[in-house]
């Protein structure tokens, strides 16, 4: 008797396991810009709006208050990274976050009652940006996702030749 109710809690915890991992176990699919040549993975699980008339990008969205927009420019203004960086905290509330490199900047932070992510890619010809929203009260049932979608997000050619290493 005592065998069996071993054996049964054994494969409860089991179960248990192999539920709990799977929640966070999420397959992820890749999208690419053929016009401004950057890629992204996102949660396969997710819609993604058609695509614009001129190409530019995505927005990718699960419904539940998450949305991720893709996109390239030309670089119109000739802006350096600190000048892009500047004009892009006007999206923001509240900057809470804020990194760069040689050629990328990352900012988070909040608007009304959203997080928002966003890094781009500057270049002197073209810019890649991605940006992600999503409720404040939802941040621990994304921060995995975030954390997956930023390290994917791949800036095209930007008018330098190739492709920047990260």
């Known amino acids: ?51 614009p008339e001129n190409d530019d990008g995505r927005r990718f969205f699960d419904g539940e208050g998450f949305v991720l927009t893709v996109y390239g420019s030309h670089n119109v203004f000739e802006m350096d990274v600190k000048e892009a960086a500047g004009a892009a905290k006007d999206l923001f509330d509240e900057v809470t976050y804020e990194a760069s490199g040689k050629r990328w900047f990352v900012l988070s932070g909040y608007r009304e009652d959203s997080i928002v992510y966003m890094k781009q890619w500057v270049g002197p010809d073209f810019l890649n940006c991605l940006i992600m929203e999503y409720p404040q009260e939802r941040k621990k049932n994304y921060d995995q996702s975030v954390a997956a979608i930023a390290r994917s997000f791949k800036s095209g050619e930007l008018g330098y030749g190739h492709p920047p290493v990260p």
């Not at 248990?16 to 016009?35: K, M, P, Q, V």
């Open 1 to 51: 008797m005592k065998k069996t109710t071993a054996a049964k809690q054994a494969a409860k915890i089991l179960l248990f396991l192999f539920l709990s991992t799977a929640g966070f176990a999420e397959d992820f699919t890749r999208y690419y810009n053929s016009r401004f040549g950057f890629t992204v993975s996102y949660p396969a699980r997710m819609g993604m709006d058609p695509a």
